[in-house]
Protein backbone atom coordinates (compact mmCIF):
# COMPACT_ATOMS: atom_id res chain seq x y z
CA UNK A 1 0.00 0.00 0.00
CA UNK A 2 1.01 3.57 -0.66
CA UNK A 3 0.53 6.53 1.28
CA UNK A 4 0.38 10.16 -0.93
CA UNK A 5 0.08 13.12 1.10
CA UNK A 6 -0.12 16.59 -1.84
CA UNK A 7 0.81 20.41 -0.64
CA UNK A 8 2.03 23.39 -2.52
CA UNK A 9 -1.57 24.63 -3.44
CA UNK A 10 -2.69 27.82 -3.11
CA UNK A 11 -4.05 31.55 -4.48
CA UNK A 12 -2.01 32.60 -7.33
CA UNK A 13 -2.82 35.25 -10.26
CA UNK A 14 -2.62 34.37 -13.72
CA UNK A 15 0.37 34.07 -15.19
CA UNK A 16 2.08 32.64 -11.64
CA UNK A 17 3.69 29.58 -11.13
CA UNK A 18 3.37 27.24 -8.28
CA UNK A 19 5.17 24.12 -7.50
CA UNK A 20 2.87 21.00 -6.07
CA UNK A 21 4.72 18.04 -4.20
CA UNK A 22 3.44 14.72 -3.27
CA UNK A 23 4.68 12.57 -0.72
CA UNK A 24 5.09 8.90 -0.81
CA UNK A 25 5.06 6.57 1.72
CA UNK A 26 4.98 3.39 2.21
CA UNK A 27 6.11 0.42 -0.72
CA UNK A 28 8.99 1.54 -2.54
CA UNK A 29 8.18 4.57 -4.17
CA UNK A 30 10.16 4.20 -7.40
CA UNK A 31 8.47 0.75 -7.88
CA UNK A 32 5.56 2.47 -9.07
CA UNK A 33 4.34 4.97 -12.25
CA UNK A 34 2.86 8.02 -11.06
CA UNK A 35 0.19 10.80 -12.24
CA UNK A 36 -1.51 13.87 -11.42
CA UNK A 37 -5.07 14.58 -12.12
CA UNK A 38 -7.03 17.43 -11.35
CA UNK A 39 -11.27 18.30 -10.75
CA UNK A 40 -12.79 21.49 -11.40
CA UNK A 41 -15.78 22.43 -9.76
CA UNK A 42 -18.34 20.98 -11.60
CA UNK A 43 -16.43 18.63 -13.95
CA UNK A 44 -15.13 15.36 -13.84
CA UNK A 45 -11.46 14.53 -12.82
CA UNK A 46 -8.61 14.55 -15.84
CA UNK A 47 -5.53 13.40 -16.24
CA UNK A 48 -2.88 16.12 -16.09
CA UNK A 49 0.52 14.67 -16.46
CA UNK A 50 2.02 11.45 -15.55
CA UNK A 51 5.91 9.90 -15.32
CA UNK A 52 7.63 6.59 -15.38
CA UNK A 53 9.18 5.03 -12.53
CA UNK A 54 12.77 6.39 -12.95
CA UNK A 55 11.67 9.85 -14.14
CA UNK A 56 12.82 9.12 -17.89
CA UNK A 57 9.29 9.39 -19.65
CA UNK A 58 6.87 11.70 -18.86
CA UNK A 59 3.16 12.37 -20.62
CA UNK A 60 1.46 15.12 -20.29
CA UNK A 61 -2.29 16.70 -21.53
CA UNK A 62 -2.31 18.60 -24.32
CA UNK A 63 -4.17 21.62 -21.91
CA UNK A 64 -0.79 21.65 -19.79
CA UNK A 65 1.79 21.03 -22.39
CA UNK A 66 4.61 22.99 -22.48
CA UNK A 67 3.28 24.88 -19.02
CA UNK A 68 3.50 22.56 -16.28
CA UNK A 69 6.45 19.85 -16.26
CA UNK A 70 6.32 16.50 -14.00
CA UNK A 71 9.39 15.29 -12.06
CA UNK A 72 10.40 12.90 -9.26
CA UNK A 73 13.04 12.38 -6.76
CA UNK A 74 12.75 8.67 -5.95
CA UNK A 75 15.85 9.33 -2.89
CA UNK A 76 13.58 11.88 -1.23
CA UNK A 77 9.94 9.43 -2.30
CA UNK A 78 8.05 12.67 -4.02
CA UNK A 79 6.29 13.19 -7.09
CA UNK A 80 6.67 17.23 -8.22
CA UNK A 81 4.32 19.32 -10.23
CA UNK A 82 5.64 22.37 -11.37
CA UNK A 83 3.33 24.75 -12.95
CA UNK A 84 3.91 27.85 -14.69
CA UNK A 85 1.74 30.62 -16.99
CA UNK A 86 -1.02 29.75 -14.87
CA UNK A 87 -4.26 30.15 -16.30
CA UNK A 88 -7.92 30.75 -14.51
CA UNK A 89 -8.95 27.49 -16.13
CA UNK A 90 -6.26 25.88 -13.93
CA UNK A 91 -8.31 26.39 -11.35
CA UNK A 92 -8.96 22.76 -9.85
CA UNK A 93 -8.00 20.04 -7.32
CA UNK A 94 -5.14 18.57 -8.15
CA UNK A 95 -4.40 14.92 -6.89
CA UNK A 96 -1.43 12.59 -7.12
CA UNK A 97 -1.96 9.22 -7.97
CA UNK A 98 0.25 5.72 -8.43
CA UNK A 99 0.14 3.54 -11.07
CA UNK A 100 1.45 -0.19 -12.28
CA UNK A 101 1.37 1.34 -15.34
CA UNK A 102 3.92 4.02 -17.28
CA UNK A 103 1.75 6.41 -19.20
CA UNK A 104 -1.61 5.76 -17.51
CA UNK A 105 -4.22 8.06 -18.53
CA UNK A 106 -7.15 6.95 -17.20
CA UNK A 107 -8.08 6.93 -13.45
CA UNK A 108 -8.98 3.51 -13.31
CA UNK A 109 -5.24 2.73 -14.14
CA UNK A 110 -4.66 4.32 -11.01
CA UNK A 111 -4.41 2.39 -7.31
CA UNK A 112 -3.56 4.67 -5.03
CA UNK A 113 -4.63 8.45 -4.44
CA UNK A 114 -3.88 11.55 -1.83
CA UNK A 115 -6.53 13.30 -0.77
CA UNK A 116 -5.89 16.27 -3.34
CA UNK A 117 -4.63 20.14 -2.78
CA UNK A 118 -6.49 23.21 -3.85
CA UNK A 119 -5.49 25.40 -7.05
CA UNK A 120 -7.18 28.85 -7.26
CA UNK A 121 -6.12 31.19 -10.18
CA UNK A 122 -7.17 34.52 -10.18
CA UNK A 123 -7.84 36.84 -13.09
Known amino acids: QVQLVESGGGLVQAGGSLRLSCAAS????????MGWFRQAPGKEREFVAAISRRGLTTYYADSVKGRFTISRDNAKNTLYLQMNSLKPEDTAVYYC????????????????WGQGTQVTVSS
Open 26 to 33: GRTFSSYA
Open 97 to 112: ASSAKVGARREYEYDY
